[in-house]
């Protein structure tokens, strides 16, 4: 039996954030991409490749994304339970997807391009989503959104493309996608018990996700601070050293 089967409480609480955020987000008006989105301010070209940094700070998703991928086929040095192998390995896959994407947007910065950013992350966003639940709530449930996280995830971002080429742009679907996990990722950790005896790597994640967020928030005032990096390429430095901690957790667990 799942130590969480009983916890009413915890069903409760995540009940009560997910219909407040849903409710919130659906009585907002439509919400269009802001053109200053991608007006980034490191934009040097180096080796005849425009907005280089930007660009080549997505190799660290790369790396971890084929780390994970190879300590899951190859060393199979990471502790989950296989019966679930699919989500960690999509999840990794994700990240690769996103070093691809990321660095194909950053090419030239708009929202086409973005659309091919935002796919891959709402993959991982709903991968990640799916194994949490799997682990802290029920292997169940875990396995029964699974599928339909990661198509909710996909049509959120097609959604917001299809609505910007009309001219109508929505994006609280993806907003939704994006932030949901996040806010619901805490409770989960501190109201369920995880089958595993350490969750550090989650919360190294959400550390790493916030430092991620601040850099990006803070892109121009870091470039001048700095005047080598951008916030926005820190971002994506952070937001890779999350996932290489949570991998490093993955090897450092095991079951109850």
Do not use: C
């Not at 490749?49 to 700070?57: C, E, L, R």
């Not at 870091?222 to 090897?251: D, M, P, R, W």
């Amino acid at each position: 039996m799942h130590p969480n089967k009983y916890n009413l409480f915890g069903y409760s609480i995540i009940a009560l954030i997910t219909i407040a955020i849903l409710t919130t987000i659906f009585l907002l008006d439509p919400v269009a991409q802001d053109p200053a989105y991608h007006q980034f301010i490191d934009s040097r070209t180096f080796l005849g490749i425009p907005n280089f940094i930007n660009v080549t700070s997505n190799l660290a998703f790369l790396l971890v994304g084929l780390l994970g991928i190879y300590k899951i086929l190859i060393t199979k040095s990471l502790i989950f339970d296989t019966n679930f192998r699919p989500a960690y390995l999509l999840l990794f896959t994700s990240l690769i997807l996103i070093a691809f994407g990321s660095a194909y947007y950053h090419l030239s910065p708009d929202n086409p391009s973005l659309t091919w950013d935002r796919l891959p992350m709402a993959i991982g966003f709903m991968s990640l989503f799916s194994i949490i639940i799997y682990e802290f709530i029920s292997p169940r449930a875990g396995k029964t959104i699974f599928l339909p996280a990661i198509l909710i995830g996909i049509t959120s971002v097609i959604y917001w493309a299809m609505s910007e080429q009309q001219g109508a742009g929505d994006l609280r679907f993806y907003i939704l996608v994006a932030f949901l996990p996040i806010f619901l990722t805490p409770v989960i950790l501190l109201l369920f018990q995880s089958v595993y005896n350490s969750t550090s790597g989650y919360w190294w994640l959400l550390f790493a996700y916030l430092l991620a967020k601040l850099s990006e928030h803070y892109d121009v005032q870091i470039f001048i601070i700095t005047g080598v990096i951008s916030g926005h390429s820190l971002k994506h430095l952070f937001a890779a050293l999350g996932f290489y901690l949570l991998l490093k957790s993955y090897e450092n667990r095991h079951q109850k």
